[in-house]
């Protein structure tokens, strides 16, 4: 049996009017206003790529804090902010343009991870040590030697550079 938050058929208590203020315990109210917190996690999925929503209701008892969280959840649902949250969420992402993720065998060098990518119209470039890299400066590209690492920069072959007319060719 799955349990619905929104049922409103339960049976539920409405709050009584507040009463007059006593002046000599509202003191120690006003020291320490609101001690108790809800904090409400809705989550559309399991997964982070949902929508959340996170409300708060703070009370100065728990009957209290209890009995304003409970309506929050329910004038929530009553004004369909839940629904509009979603909504929302689903405009969102369709709005978004992700950028592209790196394409290629990720190595470390230098510090950092180079994905070492071959565009469509670089081919399959190779050298006497193999499959040559393919490097894109922006303003630049070339593949180079496929030696492996530690091989000595003088035992490499040249890199091929692009021209112009988007071949390759050494310098």
Known sequence: MTYDPFNQSAPTETPAAPGPVNTETSAVVAAAPNPFKIGFTLKASEKFSAEWLTPTVYGATA???AERGRDLLLA?????LIDLTAKAASFM???HIAP???KGQPKFAGGKVQHQTTPADAGEYTCEHGRRNFKDGGTWAAQFCGAPQGVPKSDQCPPLWRQKDGSYRAK
Do not use: D, H, L, Y
């Open 100 to 102: 592209e993720a790196p």
């Open 93 to 95: 992402r369709s709005k």
């Open 76 to 80: 929530m649902q009553e004004a369909e």
């Open 63 to 65: 009957a209290e804090t």
